[in-house]
T-cell receptor
């Protein structure tokens, strides 16, 4: 059975801090790893990673994938209160019926003033 | 434009009611998905449609019935639900590039369903 594990489960930091969120996985027929940010409703897409060692960057957020060790990290620098959310890691795998996302439990990030 | 829309935003229904959730996308995506998300849990896949054909059913009870009338629309018909079915129902879509190519799913805002 496919498995995605995120750590920490929750995190409280102060504005300006840098945070690192972790995601490890065990899946068959891996296609990609995706990071989403979920505030009150829909998960919002952040990154899709398919190749090891290539950093994806968007503003203060960056992410990298290690396909040998089966993990990914999401970094947020100079955190702001607007970064408070649940960050979901999901792995896209190819099944007999099509592609399937398996989500981790998420990391709840709270950024305080 | 990466917008997926869902209606209604909120739905309260009794256990004997029949209702439907709707999802729409105009990105030309050919794969559409239904997920169920309980409080403080990650989304769980229910159904996948690829090119308007049901390709994955994650052993969902028959009181949930999906329908894909065309490539832009996805419905979820609800009948005789139980209180434990109360959750946020999320729709997503993706390009479905096929041949095992990576594919990004974009989510709608969800329908918050309460079953009394």
């Amino acid at each position: 059975e496919d498995k995605v594990v995120q750590s920490p489960l929750s995190l409280v930091v102060h504005e300006g801090d840098t945070v690192t969120l972790n995601c490890s996985y065990e899946v068959t027929n891996f296609r990609s790893l995706l990071w989403y940010k979920q505030e009150k409703k829909a998960p919002t897409f952040l990154f899709m990673l398919t190749s090891s060692g290539i950093e994806k960057k968007s503003g203060r957020l960056s992410s990298i994938l290690d396909k040998k060790e089966l993990f990914s990290i999401l970094n947020i620098t100079a955190t702001q209160t607007g970064d408070s959310a649940i960050y979901l890691c999901a792995v896209d795998s190819l099944t007999g019926g099509g592609n399937k996302l398996t989500f981790g439990t998420g990391t709840q990030l709270k950024v305080e003033l | 434009d990466t917008e997926v829309t869902q209606t209604p935003k909120h739905l309260v229904m009794g256990m004997t009611n029949k209702k439907s959730l709707k999802c729409e996308q105009h990105m030309g995506h050919r794969a559409m998905y239904w997920y169920k998300q309980k409080a403080k849990k990650p989304p769980e896949l229910m159904f996948v449609y690829s090119y308007e054909k049901l390709s994955i059913n994650e052993s969902v009870p028959s009181r949930f019935s999906p329908e894909c009338p065309n490539s832009s629309l996805l419905n979820l018909h609800l009948h005789a639900l139980q209180p434990e079915d109360s959750a946020l129902y999320l729709c997503a879509s993706s390009q479905d590039a096929g041949q095992g190519r990576p594919d990004t799913q974009y989510f709608g805002p969800g329908t918050r369903l309460t079953v009394l």
